[in-house]
């Protein structure tokens, strides 16, 4: 039996024994347990598509070999052979879309994400450029219509942020956004520059899965807890209250602020949140860079420090040095045009899975 068939075959299996389980009145009663195979049942769908459409294919090939040893009729004969290249054509296309679909998911992909951005080198220009990719990052939550939600910020002098934390929900959202982490570069004339002259500006993008209470056991004993007074740009008070709240975990020295909302308690409860998320990304960036020291990996090394992305302003071009993409389409990329260049990347990760389980 052909392998691949071999290996959808066992998920068409599964896909119909959920099938039955999800009809039986005990698992309907048993609500977690329904949601989970519910989901499993839908994740399973595309195999069990492309397990019917292959089988197919290779049923049609051996009719058309079959065939061509028995059949004496020239016509008939040159039908068949057209059809056997076309078919073999097509298997092979299918061959690679299945090798895709195969690759594990890795569940962490499915989670929300916080978002951390904080200028870096480059002054005033380094807060404006991280404005300007908080804006790029919520136009393109609101194309996909995922829900986002500004969780703490520090206004620059002139504009932007020095540093904006916002958590995005909807589908499969790490598994899209993990590839924005690390060093983004802008190489361009700053509106306080008047000699016209380029100037090089960076800002650090973080991106974390949303950490459920089961991805990390969280000791509030471990977290000193401190509260002040929200305050906006040029120090000036939000409020008159200490709504505002700093965590610190004393055994890993992360430090956690929440201002943006107005109680107290739920600025707390979004900066445990995030502490959570942190400690949650520390464990996997750890576990990526075990990984990486065992192979030269292109992408999603955890490594936040790399430089991933340049945007020339002059030249009107964005490059990803990871894949060596460039594209010349930096004012629709800055308006949220993501999908070319996030696309690209999935196709260089999933490449290297590929790559790994052969």
Request: proline share 3%; glycine share 6%.
């Amino acid at each position: 039996m052909d392998n691949l068939l071999q290996k959808l075959a066992a998920i068409n299996d599964r896909w119909k024994d959920i099938a039955q389980q999800i009809t039986d009145p005990s698992v309907i009663a048993d609500m977690q347990r329904y949601v989970k195979l519910n989901k499993e049942y839908k994740d399973l769908e595309p195999h069990t598509k492309a397990f019917a459409a292959y089988k197919l294919v290779l049923d049609n090939i051996r009719n058309s070999k079959a065939i061509l040893e028995s059949e004496e009729d020239p016509e008939f004969l040159e039908m068949a052979q057209t059809e056997l290249r076309e078919l073999e054509e097509k298997k092979d296309r299918m061959q690679e879309k299945i090798k895709l679909l195969l690759i594990p998911k890795d569940p962490t992909d499915q989670k929300n994400v916080i978002i951390e951005i904080r200028a870096g080198t480059g002054g005033d220009e380094a807060s404006i450029f991280a404005g300007d990719l908080f804006r790029m990052y919520t136009r393109y939550a609101e194309k996909h219509r995922w829900k986002l939600e500004i969780i703490n910020s520090n206004e620059g002098s002139s504009g932007g942020f020095k540093e904006i934390s916002f958590g995005v929900s909807g589908e499969d959202i790490f598994g899209t956004m993990k590839f924005e982490s690390g060093v983004h570069r802008v190489q361009r004339v700053p509106a306080t520059e008047s000699q016209g002259r380029v100037h090089t500006s960076a800002a650090t993008v973080a991106v974390l899965p949303e950490a459920d209470e089961v991805d990390v056991d969280l000791n509030m004993e471990d977290v000193k807890v401190d509260t002040f007074r929200a305050s906006g740009a040029g120090g000036q008070h939000v409020n008159k209250t200490e709504s505002a709240v700093r965590l610190t975990h004393l055994p890993s020295g992360m430090v956690v602020e929440c201002q943006d909302g107005r109680s107290q308690h739920k600025n707390k409860d979004k900066a445990i949140q995030v502490l959570r998320s942190r400690l949650y990304e520390a464990e996997l960036q750890k576990q990526q860079q075990e990984r990486a020291q065992q192979r030269r990996s292109q992408i999603s090394s955890g490594d936040r420090s790399a430089k991933v992305r340049t945007y020339n302003y002059p030249q009107g071009r964005v490059t990803d040095h990871r894949i060596n993409l460039t594209l010349y389409t930096l004012g629709s990329v800055m308006d949220g045009d993501l999908e070319d260049m996030l696309e690209a990347l999935k196709v260089a990760e999933n490449a290297e899975k590929l790559s790994e389980g052969q």
